[in-house]
Every structure is written in C-alpha cells, then in structure tokens.
C-alpha cells in the first residue's frame, strides 16, 4: 500500500507565499518522478509543475518564475513553494508520484487527496 499525503495548503493574501509537501509512505521502493496538479472550482485538473528523479523539473506557463517545485528523495517528499500568488492560483492542489513498490517491478501512478489553496484579493 503507498500512500501520498499533502500539506502545507491555506488562505494567503494576493501576493504572498505559500509552501505545500506531500510525502509518499508505505511500500516505496523508488518514485520516478513527482508532480502537482491543481484543480479550480468548476474546472479540470490542469497541471503545475513536476520534478524527475534526477532533478529535472517542468512548470505551467502560468507559474513560470513564481513557482518552485524539488523533492528530497531521502524524505520521499516533494515541496511546491509558491510566491507571488494569485487569486487565480486558487484551488485544490494534488500531488501525484510515480512509484515503483516495495517488491513489483512494474511503476504506478498515485494521488493524495488534495489541499486548499485560496489566494485573496
């Protein structure tokens, strides 16, 4: 069983800074790579940014120069710090891993269960 558990969400006024983690527990063997997904009310899913097991990292234009997504792999723990947010940041954001488990060969795809994010204006 693997588990992805997201925090670090709140209320923040337009301008400021928020720092969201979620840590995979249970049976990791290895995470490929790490992502966050958001989803405002009344749309889809859409994509934020993630980071590869090496490093590499790929964000939304709508976050480029704002948003900073890394992990510590030793923590299974990925982080999105975010600054200068937006009332159009605000949302539900969910992380997702790929993640090879404890004794399969095979790589899986996992989501927590979100965290609120609501920038004022």
């Known amino acids: 069983q693997v588990q992805l558990v997201e925090s670090g969400g709140g209320l923040v006024q337009a301008g400021g800074s928020l720092r969201l983690s979620c840590t995979a527990s249970g049976s990791v063997f290895s995470i490929n790579y790490m992502a966050w997904y958001r989803q405002a009310p009344g749309k889809q899913r859409e994509f934020v940014a993630i980071i590869g097991s090496g490093g590499t990292t790929q964000y939304a234009d709508s976050v480029k120069g704002r948003f900073t997504i890394s992990r510590d792999n030793a923590k299974n723990t990925v982080y999105l710090q975010m600054n200068s947010l937006k009332p159009e940041d605000t949302g539900v954001y969910y992380c997702?891993?790929?993640?090879?488990?404890?004794?399969?060969?095979?790589?899986?795809?996992?989501w927590g269960q979100g965290t609120q994010v609501t920038v004022s204006s």
């Open positions: 997702n891993a790929n993640i090879v488990r404890s004794g399969n060969t095979n790589s899986y795809n996992y």
